[in-house]
């Protein structure tokens, strides 16, 4: 694993999922984003359980960690991450985010993912309430809250889903990022702002436009000032 390591929080990074890029040019893919100045590419694990939708494993993870000095943030959409956590991290993840969902000893998953060397992160659905993160999100370095039901990407932004933000920005303080994922482009972007993400997972509206450096900026670009 790379010694690259998330960005102090309350600064705002606009962090491109790969779900919705062009497998078949996957490493041109990356490098046309880094040259926006983007500093980390999220990384969508799927296992077809936890999901019905099944994407990477470490061995993809491993061949772009060669071709890419971002940092690598793994989404486990998995039901057994503290079975597989260690095998992402060695094949190049500096993050791990997993689900508050999934029967695992969290507490003990977040001091694994620290101990190798990676940070950690929480995530909790849409039909999820705040309160199922609110002992282990302090212990995290990252909290993500869905946006959209996770599995696929071009899903609809589900605002209901997005207020959580304001109350999980409650619970860690400014020094904890936090993280949305799902229909986040241009218009949606300062809502999610306003409540207090500052990392914004950016899919289809990225990648469903010809330009993804100018498709980057725009979502820059509709940032409020905080």
Same mark, same amino acid.
């Given at each position: 694993m790379s010694d690259l390591r998330l960005a102090k929080a309350g600064t705002i990074e606009i962090v491109p999922s790969i779900l919705n890029a062009d497998f078949a040019h996957i490493a041109d893919e990356i490098a046309e984003i880094a040259s926006? @100045?983007? @500093? *980390? %590419? /999220? !990384? $969508? %694990? *799927? #296992? @077809? /359980? =936890?999901v019905p939708n099944i994407t990477i494993g470490p061995p993809v993870i491993a061949k772009l960690r060669k071709c890419s000095n971002l940092v690598f943030d793994a989404h486990l959409m998995i039901s057994e991450p503290d079975r597989y956590a260690q095998a992402f991290i060695e094949a190049g993840a500096n993050h791990i985010t997993f /689900?508050?969902? %999934?029967?695992?000893?969290?507490? $003990?998953?977040? $001091?694994?993912? /620290? #101990? !190798?060397?990676?940070t950690a992160g929480i995530c909790l659905n849409p039909e999820t309430p705040v309160e199922a993160i609110e002992k282990i999100a302090p !212990?995290? #370095?990252?909290? !993500?809250?869905m946006t959209v039901h996770p599995g696929f990407g071009g899903q609809? =932004?589900?605002p209901e889903a997005a207020k959580k933000v304001t109350r999980v920005r409650e619970i860690v303080g400014p020094d904890i990022r936090i993280q949305v994922d799902g229909g986040i482009d241009p218009d949606t972007t300062p809502t999610v702002v306003s409540y207090g993400a500052d990392t914004l997972v950016v899919g289809n509206a990225i990648f469903s436009?010809? #330009?993804? %450096?100018a498709a980057i900026n725009a979502i820059r670009n509709a940032c409020p000032v905080r």
């Open positions: 926006a @100045g983007v @500093g *980390m %590419v /999220h !990384l $969508d %694990v *799927m #296992d @077809g /359980h =936890f /689900h508050i969902e %999934v029967p695992a000893k969290h507490e $003990d998953l977040i $001091d694994s993912i /620290h #101990d !190798l060397g990676a !212990l995290c #370095d990252m909290v !993500l809250v609809k =932004f589900i436009n010809p #330009d993804r %450096v």
